[in-house]
């Protein structure tokens, strides 16, 4: 097996391309190489790990780095599955550089072991995502339906949409294609805005790959068992199943997948209209919960979804099956609760509807859903007026008296309209330099912080990011990439400085597991077994894991973390102190020694938690040798 990797460097303002070799002596798989790549070229790169095409369950998807415009900084993205059809090129990775004259397709196809093809085609993007579908869907008919022709076996295509033109958090997206048939599975990377960087920085709306070519890749499933025997006792494919059943089905929750799982187990925990809900009483959470969630949003998706068993894989042999679908539209958690409940959304009618505007349009849709769910609170609270963000109507989040289907349905049509404003740059919105600079542009208009309604992490001068949908306090940690799982989302009380020490190993894992293309839902075999693969097929298992250290060294060196500029931020981690002190009854003195210092100047004691954190990340992070 090749102890190297190829990359195609792609200049998309001329054309040209050259193929480079990397050894394994120094760079292991598409993070550790992608970030040089990005350092050296300042390019944005798209690879697969070393296990990509192998029979090993996860191993294929595709792993974007480069420089984030939506994050400021160095970052991470990836979908599944779409490194199965890359893997054909015979390359490990694409690095572009320079920009397209016009927005443009790249096509890249590989028919028996010729040497790879290369066109750049210029297309007009603006005018395709107005038609058919609309946005991310009719480009990516479009693009098949003018190079498809070109390949033996079906191609994958990758494609942007309107918010990669006009945002900050412009995502990539991507559908399996199956003899021909367009899926209505669509994986994505979206966080950290890398469908931006991709126009913007480069002219490329699109690319679309494929070949014929046959790697040796690891296929001994002989081999593969015998490791699995030694370790757990059970074959492959028995502990994956085992590893996955959250995402396929939980006999505990009687559900499956991220939605149904996390939203039958969240309880007093869930989070909704902007974060409201977080200063409520633990009954009234628990009412909402039961009455809104349960009782109508969980249960028309285990209806709808999980008893018929309307699922699919990213495109990949996978026995997971994650993505839980209903007609067209793919149900995860994370977009379909902050396009949802955080939008004062509890219908899936409702939800379908933004959900799949806001990803036709080609949003990031947890950072999206996290602007929409901020706007429409201060539409609510009459900071900003309906003329003023472009928009015909107000939110209606008055709980008492909710209609689940009408008010959901009214907040759905309002988040639409948003969505187009914000494209459209109508009244004071535009977003091209992010949330962040607006957002201090017109606070000082108005005088008052607009963004302390806004809970987001932030970085750099101007960057910033969503975070993940778990009321805990490592999502707003000061690690050097947030808006992924670099970090520890665990329900219990952690000491800050722990808690960063915590969320530095979590990032070495989740490093370790991006850096070798592997799903994170296999982790539960994958981060032990892995790096034994590693020294089996490479001899390089010590080599491996040392080149984690330092690529989590690496990226940490660059963190500039930004103390917490929004009110909001600081209550959204009292409130989950004071969750585990009066609802969970954690007995622990370090917890209410905080509490303590939070009454007596809350800002004061957010900033000590912060930097208490911090000093955690940067002890474990720090490359001593």
Known sequence: ???????????????????????????????????????????????VGPFAGSILPGSNRLVVTGFSPCWQGNYISSMGGAGLVFNNLGINMLSLVGRAPSPSVLVLNRNHGEEIEVDLVPVDAQGIWRT????????????????????????????????????DMGGIMSVPINKGKISYVDTWAGRGGFGSALVQNHGIVAIIYGGTLVEEDFRDRKVADEWFQNKYNQRLMKKDLEVTSKYRFDEKFDT???????????????????????????????????DFIVAHYLKQFNDETIKPRQQATCGEPCVAVCKKMHGIYKKDYEPYQTLGPLCGIFDQRAAEKLN????AMGFDAISGGGVLAWLMDLLDEKVLSPQELGVTRMPRWQVQGFDLEQDSAH????????????????????????????????????????????????????????????????????????????????????????????????????????????CRFHR???????????????????????????????????????????????????????????????????????????????YEAAREFWYQMLMGIDESLREFF
């Not at 309880?267 to 902007?274: K, L, S, T, Y």
Request: charged share 30%; proline share 3%.
């Open 256 to 290: 499956g997948g991220t939605f149904g799982v996390n939203y039958a187990s969240v309880g007093g925990r869930v989070m909704a209209f902007n974060y409201r809900s977080n200063a409520w009483r633990e009954e009234e959470r628990l009412a909402l919960h039961r």
């Open 411 to 518: 907040n759905a049509e309002l988040g639409c309209e948003l969505i187009d404003a914000i494209l459209e740059k109508r009244g004071i919105l535009d977003f091209r330099e992010g949330v962040r600079k607006w957002s201090r542009i017109h606070s000082r208009r108005k005088g008052t912080a607009l963004h302390d309604r806004l809970v987001y992490t932030a970085h750099n001068r101007r960057g910033w990011m969503v975070p993940n949908q778990y009321w805990v306090a490592g999502v707003l940690a000061p690690m050097a990439i947030m808006g992924k799982y670099y970090m520890i989302y665990s329900f219990d009380f952690v000491p800050p400085r722990t808690l960063g020490r915590m969320c530095a190993e979590r990032m070495k894992k989740e490093l370790l597991l991006d850096n070798l293309g592997t």
């Open 1 to 47: 097996m090749n102890m190297f990797q190829r990359v195609l460097l792609v200049d998309a303002g001329s054309g040209f391309y050259k193929t480079k070799k990397y050894g394994f002596d120094r760079y292991f798989g598409p993070v550790d190489l992608g970030m040089h790549m990005a350092e050296k070229y300042r390019s944005l790169n798209f690879g």
């Open 356 to 359: 799949h505007h806001c990803d």
């Open 132 to 167: 058919g579908r609309t946005g991310v869907y009719s480009l990516t008919d479009r693009v098949y339906e003018q190079f498809g022709g070109r390949y033996a076996n079906d191609p994958r295509i990758l494609v942007t949409g309107p918010a990669a033109l006009h945002t």
């Open 524 to 602: 539960g075999w994958a981060e032990e077994m892995l790096p034994e693969v590693m020294g089996s097929l490479y001899d390089s298992k010590e080599r491996f894991l040392r080149a984690v250290d330092v690529l989590a060294s690496r990226i940490s060196s660059r963190n500039s973390p930004i103390f917490w500029e929004s009110e909001r931020n600081v209550d959204y981690l009292l409130s989950f102190l004071k969750r585990k002190l009066e609802v969970d009854k954690v007995d622990d003195p370090r917890l209410a020694e905080w509490l303590d210092k939070f009454a007596a100047d809350k």
